[in-house]
Structure formats: C-alpha cells, structure tokens
C-alpha cells in the first residue's frame, strides 16, 4: 500500500460549513442506527410476554445476535470504506437495516426476531467505519474529538428517542387495536416498522452528500482502489465462517492447521459454558465471533503487515479498545435493562419510562459525549494522552450513580441518576474513538475504526446485556443481574492507565513504524 504526501499541506483551519452539515446528515443516520437498535428495551417486555422468552434470551436478542455479526461484518465493510465510496456504502447499508428493521415487526417467534436482529446487525456494520473514515477527512485533526463526539451523540439521541417513540406506538396501536390490527400486528410489532421505514426515506438524504478527498486534512491524499470489492470480498474469507477455512488455506497448510486447532479451542470452552449456562445461542454465537476474530487477525498480519502492526501490534491501540470495550460493556447493559427494569421493579407505565430514561438517557448522553469530545480535544493540545484522561474518566465516574440507581426504591431518584451517569460513561467514547484514529494512517481508519468496534461490540454488546439477562434469569432479580457487572471497571481502569503510558510514544513514532513495516510514505 502507498500513501503520498499531498502536494499542499493539511489544512489547517477550521472545518468547512459543508462539513458541519454533513455531519449533522451522519448524526441522523447515527440517530436511526440506535433508534432501530435500542427500540427493544421498551418493547422487551412485550417481547417476552408474547413470545415466550426468558430475560437471558432478551438479553441475547439485543446483543449478542445483533452484536457478534455488527462486529464481524464491520471488518470487511471497514475495508471497503476504506477502498470504496463511502457515500454508497453508508447508503446501501442503511436500506439494509432499516428494511431488517420493518422486518422484525413480522416476527411470530424468537427465532425469527434473533435472524432478523442479525440483518440489522449487517446493515449498521457499514455506519460507523464509512462516518468514521469521511469525518476524519471533513475535519482536520484539532476538531476530530468534537466532530467524532458530535457523531456520537447520535448514538443518544437515537437510543433515547426510540423509547418514547416505542411506547407512544405501543400504547396508541394497543389501544386502537386491543386484538391486533392489521395482518394480526400488535404494538410491539407495529414499534418495529414504525421506525424502520423512515429510514428508507433518509438513504435518500445520505446519498446526496459529495465523498472528501481520503486523506486532505492530514496532508497524505490516499487514492481509492482500484479492486475495491475484491479487496472486500478477500476480508470476508478471513473472518465470516465457514469461508475462513478458505481463507485460512490460502496461507497454507500450518495456518489452516492452526485455525483449525483454534476452532477446537472455541468448541470446547463454548460447550462448557453452555453445560455451564445451558444458554446455547449465547455461547455459540460468542464462540463464532471470537473465532472469526482470530482467523481475520491472523490473516491481517500476513496480507497488510502495516495495518497489523500499527493496530493490533501497537500495546496502545489495543488497550484503548479494550478499555472502553469494558465501558461499553456495562453501558450496553444498562441501556437495555433500564426500561424493562422500571416497568418491573419500580411499577412504572412504559410511557412513563419510555419519556424518562429515554429523555434523560438522551439529554444526558448529549451532553457528556459532546462535552467529553471537547474537554479531550482541549487535554490532547497540551499532551498527546490527554484524551485518556477522559476515557478514565468514563470508566470511573459511573459506578456510584449506578449503585444508586439500582437500589433505590424512587422511580424519580431512579429516572435522575441514570440521567447523571449517563453523562459520565458517555464522555469517554470521542476521545477514545479519536484516539485510536490518531494511531494509524488515513488508508487503514475504516479498518481501525470497525477493530474499535470489535472490542466495542464483541465485550460490550455482546456480553454486557446478555450477562445481566442471564444473572437474573438464574436468581430471578434483574437488580442482581444489572449490578453484578461492575466487577470489570477494575479491569478497564487497568488498561487504561497502561494506555496513558504508551499513547504518547505510539502516536509520535506512528510514522517511523509504518515505514518500518513496509509503508511507503513520500
């Protein structure tokens, strides 16, 4: 791969008006990515009412079966944001999960709603590394924390929308139709397609934004390949099973023999915890991702040794990831459980919640994300691990909110704590998602971006809401379940203490490392 110098340096002024506008274009596709995402929390009970489930299968719905293929698709669809039209890709995928998303209302089973669950996990796999890469282009590097914070704050307003949407739909169609109304739809179902196809109209909006130049704000003009779909279609052998085996192959005859000894490993330890649980979609789903995970790494660092070394060879990237991947792994949690959790616990109308924890959840992931992107920014100025600080910050600050939240018996007191740590555990994801940008070059971001989102998904999203389903489904008090989470903040802090040593010596000798590695820099 090559990247060259662009013939004027990078610009070094404020971003563009055009910028600030297609960012507020990516915040609404963002906005749908949760709506459609976060949508079940209110209806969960519903869900398990009709359907039949119990609360670890609510819990695997919301996050392992979307989870695990969000995760593994976004590397391949990382790559081809990387090599392709971002606009198209970003577009294509948002009729993909917006139209799974309508989809879901048609389920009459757990099994149908889980495959569903995995389309719309396909389709948002292609949002994030597309906005990641393009933002990255419309704003030069002071600005990346706030605009990737702005971004984000889609990630809230979405997920806080979607439960006073949900609810409103539920209740009025509940009550026009107390039988079912159309085709036998309840509210729940009728909550689903309510949301899913105004974002068909919306793939109209995104298509008409113009693609950046890959690589201008940085000063290293990255060309568009010229495969790009042979480019994406050789990722999706090394990390989508079974086509690993064919990826694997290729390599070689010790490389197929070591994927398949690491296929074993996965069997074996996924058998136990099922023997252990007796939750057999969770561990077989978990136990695909992280066998996925492993054979695209390990075809990575043959294929594109730069990436490699600059993303999963760099100690700073990887604890980044890891750290907030363990942030996100209880806020997942507490983003699905929280309404079902009211309604139960507390005896709240899912109005009632769905106002509430959705407008607080959204007011205050708003204000923590943007101002957490700002303060980072401010912090990064002065020293390059000044964005840590933040991700820190995210990691700590929650826990006492929480706690509280989770044994009082107030519904308002309840309702303003989660308000409160909200704020705090979304002031990490800028400065984290920022800095794992700074770490690598303008070429590789889509990729960089979709292995944030591995740790981010696969350990947050995967396990967060799935292992509080499970702990209450065994003690039968989702309380229990919810706060039994917090033993990973320790290990999130860990890690990112580490990441505040090694961010500073990463990032100035980013350069020198892709050279040494094989990248041709003019």
Known sequence: MTSQLAESAAPQGKASGYAWYALSVLVLVYMFNFIDRQILSILANDVKRDL???????????????????????????????????????????VLWSTMTSLSGLSRNGAQLAAARV???????????????????????RQRATALAVYSSGLYLGGGLSLGIGALVVGKWNKVFPDGGPLGLVGWQAAFMAVG????????????LKEPIRGNSDGIVTPTSSTPFTDFFGELVTIIPPFTLIGASRRGPAALGLNFAFAGLCVALAGILIRLTGNLPQWTAFGVGVY????????????????FRLIWGTPAFVQVALGYGLIAFIAYAVSFWAAPYAERLLGVSKITAGFFIGGGGAAGGLIGVVTGGSIA??????????????????????????????????PALFFFLNFVAGIFASAALGAAAATTQDLVLPRMRGTATATF??????????????LAGMVSTATGNLRVGILSLLFVAPISITLLLFAWRSVPCAEATLLDRARAAGEIIA
């Open 52 to 94: 039949g489930v119990d609360d670890a299968f609510l819990g695997f719905l919301y996050g392992t079966a979307f989870g695990v293929f969000y995760a593994l698709f976004g590397v391949p669809l990382g790559r081809l944001a990387d090599s392709w039209h971002r606009i198209r890709l970003m577009t294509v995928g948002l």
């Open 453 to 466: 989102f591995l740790g981010n998904a696969l350990i947050g999203l995967a396990l967060g809401p799935s």
């Open 292 to 307: 996925a995970v492993f054979s695209w790494v390990s075809a990575l660092r043959v294929r594109d040794p730069v990436t």
């Open 197 to 208: 196809i105004p974002g068909l109209l919306l793939a109209l909006l995104v298509a008409s």
């Open 377 to 410: 920014d401010a912090l990064h100025k002065n020293n390059p691990a000044g964005r840590v600080w933040v991700v820190l910050f995210g990691a700590t600050a929650p826990a006492i909110p929480m706690i509280w939240a989770y044994t009082t018996t107030s």
């Open 119 to 141: 389309g719309v996990g396909i389709g948002e796999a292609t949002a994030s590394p597309a906005a990641y890469s393009l933002l990255s282009d419309w704003f030069p590097k």
